[in-house]
């Protein structure tokens, strides 16, 4: 890194521009972090297809027991989409301020995500003791086995993304943008527009899909 | 952005300060996220309303129509909230992507085949059935 302040002084620049392309390109190994966490990403795109295969192959044995149909109520499965498309946008905000380095105005946004996802985990929650309570639990059949294992992996995501949030919130009040956290709160954002990805998946393939006769 | 004329030559550089997000960064834009949050609440949008509103009388053209939705709203957020690009990571990023699609499709598309025509040969009438249809 000090190199690069070091040889990107003005003179540098207007001297040798070919030079300092050459140096840009020189510290690509400490954005390896990315990459990496992209390729974390993709196999955690993994865990979900084998899920959602489960569900696909299990969707429809309700074992003599009750349906999407019958169980799922759609608008707040809305209510539930739209707060994570949400904290999806107020997330992308946050990333703004941080490239405007405005701390204050990255923290709001990041109170803002974490609040919406809150709010999802809360419904979700909602949702699954309204279920459970129906007698409709995991055990019931293997639709529902298959159903809340999909649909709670992804809310363990979200709680463990929300964790995170946190975390990053302490450490970017403690230190500011130093590049580690800045490196840190990219992470958190492909995660957290990775989990609305697999959301979609989820709505659709789960919810509206499995309401239809 | 300064307005020397050596900066097109690292187009991809925001200024010289921006030691912390060098070229791996994504270049968000507020427009960038606007536009994919428009996109993707039309896309969210008019699935719930095909299914809520039982536009479609048969289930197999809804199911059709809210699939072709949910990829094309991933689609929208890999380009507009993940920021991925064929020249993110010099390529990398895409590469690991496709082959995670390639593996995905075999995964599902090969379970659901494969366990739909077990289910279908192991159906308990099957063998009542034979009986009486010659």
Known sequence: MSDVTALSTPGAISANP???YYVSGEHHPENGTLLGFWLYLMSDCLVFACLFAVYGVLGRSFAAGPSGADLFDLRLIALNTSLLLLSSITYG??????????????LIWLVVTGLLGAGFIGIELYEFAHLIHEGAGPQRSAFLSSFFALVATHGLHVTFGIIWLIVLMAQVTKHGFIAANRRRLMCLSMFWHFLDVVWIGVFTFVYLMGVLP | MSAHTDTPVHGADHGAHDD???DGAPHATFKGYMTGFVLSVILTA??????MGNVFDKSSTTAMVVLGFAVVQIVVHMIYFLHMDAKAEHGWSMLAL???????????????????????NMMPGMMHDMHKVP
């Open chain 1, 18 to 20: 070919s030079a300092r």
């Open chain 2, 46 to 51: 008019i699935p719930f309303w095909v299914v």
């Open chain 1, 93 to 106: 905000f946050a990333m703004l301020e941080m490239q405007r380095n405005k701390v204050r105005a990255t």
């Open chain 2, 98 to 120: 496709i082959f995670t699609i390639v593996v995905v499709v075999i995964t599902l598309s090969g379970s659901l085949w494969v366990m739909y025509h077990m289910n279908h």
């Open chain 2, 20 to 22: 912390g997000h060098g």
